[in-house]
């Protein structure tokens, strides 16, 4: 009766066998392509160095005035451009500006990479229901995926820093951009298609003209829900060396220092209510911009 | 929660052997394993080799090293502590021997518990003159900095940890920063070994912080860096180990003492053979890394580990036991 109680499993010999084997083929994958790997993803990382060099070495006023700048064009809206300057200057007060340069300079890149990876992605996914079933459980195991067990064979592959950092952020921000994307065109009414159908709208036509448009708001408020959670990566990103706020969150946990903890924590929280206020106010004015258009 | 864990088993082992053994020769005999590989692996080959070639009843209960030792020293139980990291809580060790609780045995780890800043040995090997850290500063090509070529890099461990506030105390005492190097926060033990196993498998140029006995030291041979001068107390007590001290000086990082701790009861009952044993019994951290990259890579249990060190080495432990213990030792293999 002894199957019973215990599930029959894999004899312990076999299964260890496997493990190494899984491992060493991986070893031998990261001696064989890590340089070449590395060496795809490098401009990637000197576009990340140059964006937090630039980010971190100019001076702080302009930079202050650039994201303020930034605020005012895409929300034409001075509450939220005074809230971004306030925060942004109580942050540099508490001596946090340069962290939070470094974590912005990183949300910025994870997040256009995001969407210009994602919403091809999920525009082929609206297309065609067969990359639909195939690209949703991809989508599924990024989201729940615990990141330390793809981390680990990515630091091995590229080492500690800022690319596996990027890499972390995008697989598990990148979802929501996809399916958002997803769902926004394939929201579109069918009769609106039809009519422009009856124009004789070429496919590329009823893409940019009739489905991206009117998919907008969905696919506005993915990207916002992408930026969210690159933030809310912060944290695990610096535990693979990334710099920024994340690095003193780490330490105020190792050491109990929780004043230290709640400062950065509210850093965190302050840029990802400026970057959400923002693309939210954008959003809406494009939105705004179409309707008058058509109207 | 650990601790509480801990010291139920404890309780309950006490429980259980508490009275026993009374016996002639060792009897019952209580091994506390700690929740790290070399202590886990280290238990395992004493309960092997007492059980085997003494003929005892040995146990492991599982314990971690505070609670452990005060329980040996407040109520007599266990009856062994393999790898006891006196160094932790000595006012604990040393009361103890004095009030007559404990007896210490061997300094199981000969070399001791070694931290510090090691570099890969495929590198030492290709440069032979590099062996202080004063050395290294003077090559930052060596070990590039993935983020800017330009400059060395010195990985450091998560923030937190005492030998990362070392670390960057040692950094700032040998000019790091202007022997153009950088203090690489890695985030995380995971981030560390990574990187180091990243260096390693492509034979890379690395150098950080690190710690033996280790099962990776075991599977990647490093080599620890000389400090270049001799070790001074005052001044680690004083600034290398203070993280907000601003003019830390040159100092060599001690050696934490590892020693197997015996409870005097047990030391009296137990008989000479047995004593005998676990005051020879001691192995270097090179021939524990490997025990514990084996483990690793065969995903072993302190069991396994001991076993394969029994066949693997009889001519050590043939020197700590009596030569009817090792017939009976082998017997069982």
Sequence with gaps: ????????????????????????????????????????????????????????????????????????????????????????????????????????????VCTVLSIVVGIPIGIAMSRSDRVQNIVNPVLDVMQTMPSFVYLIPVVMLLGIGKVPGLIAVVIYAIPPMIRLTNLGIRLVDKDVLEAADAFGSSNWQKLKNVQMPLALPTIMAGTNQTIMMALAMVVIASMIGVQGLGQPVLKAISNQYFTLGIFNGLAIVGIAIIFDRVSQAFGARLQKHREVVHG | MKELFASTCLAAAMLTFGNAAQAANCGDVTIASMNWQSAEVLASLDKFILNEGYGCNAEIIQGDTVPTITSMTEKGQPDIAPEGWVDLLPDVVNAGVANGKLVVASTVLTDGAVQGWWMPKYLADAHPDVKTIDDVLKHPELFPDPEDKSKGAIHNGPQGWGGTVVTSQLYKAYGGEAANFTLVDTGSAAGLDGSIAKAYERKEGWVGYYWAPTALLGKYDMVKLDYGVPYDAAEWKRCNTVADCPDPKKNEWPKDTVQTLVTKAFSERAGEDVMGYLNKRAWSNDTVNKLMAWMTDNQASGDDGAKHFLEENEAMWKEWVSPEAAEKIKAAL
């Design chain 1, 1 to 108: 009766m002894d199957w019973l109680f215990s599930f029959p499993h894999m004899d312990d010999a076999s299964l260890r066998d496997l493990k190494k084997a899984i491992d060493e083929g991986f070893r031998g994958f990261t001696r064989a392509y890590g340089d070449g790997l590395e060496a795809i993803f490098e401009p990637l990382q000197h576009f990340l160095i140059w964006s937090e060099r630039f980010m971190t070495q100019t001076p702080w006023p302009i930079i202050l005035l650039l994201i303020a700048a930034v605020a005012w064009f895409a929300s034409r809206n001075w509450k939220i451009v005074a809230g971004t300057v306030v925060t942004l200057l109580l942050i540099g007060y508490f001596d946090m500006w340069d962290d939070t340069m470094k974590t912005v300079s990183m949300i910025f």
